[in-house]
Nanobody, 116 residues
Framework: VQLQASGGGLVQAGGSLRLSCAASGVRFSNYYMAWYRQVSGKQRELVARITPWNITNYADSVKGRFTISRNNAENTVILQMNSLESEDTGVYYC???????????WGQGTQVTVSS
């Protein structure tokens, strides 16, 4: 399984970014997909998750601002981030977990920096 994340960058507070994660080597529709973020010195935390049936859940801190979606035909998962805050700064990682399995895979991470 290979996960390629892209779309990070530098944005002012209140702005938007769109992260994309492309998966290869998998039957994408069988995977739970998620975005995590990590700030230096802190544990990686879940930002948003989407099931194979498009059920989503979000960290309380991003509810109403972030939207996760998936396109099984294109093997991609998107994180649309609006109304960004400085606290959203971090490295964002794409994550895949196969159904009926404890195995998981991680993308390489993409830096998001929100300036206040």
């Amino acid at each position: 399984v290979q996960l390629q994340a892209s779309g990070g960058g530098l944005v002012q507070a209140g702005g938007s970014l769109r992260l994309s994660c492309a998966a290869s080597g998998v039957r994408f529709s069988n995977y739970y997909m998620a975005w995590y973020r990590q700030v230096s010195g802190k544990q990686r935390e879940l930002v948003a998750r989407i099931t194979p049936w498009n059920i989503t859940n979000y960290a309380d801190s991003v509810k109403g601002r972030f939207t996760i979606s998936r396109n099984n035909a294109e093997n991609t998962v998107i994180l649309q981030m609006n109304s960004l805050e400085s606290e959203d700064t971090g490295v964002y990682y794409c994550n895949a977990v196969r159904r009926f399995s404890a195995n998981e895979w991680w993308g390489q991470g993409t830096q998001v920096t929100v300036s206040s």
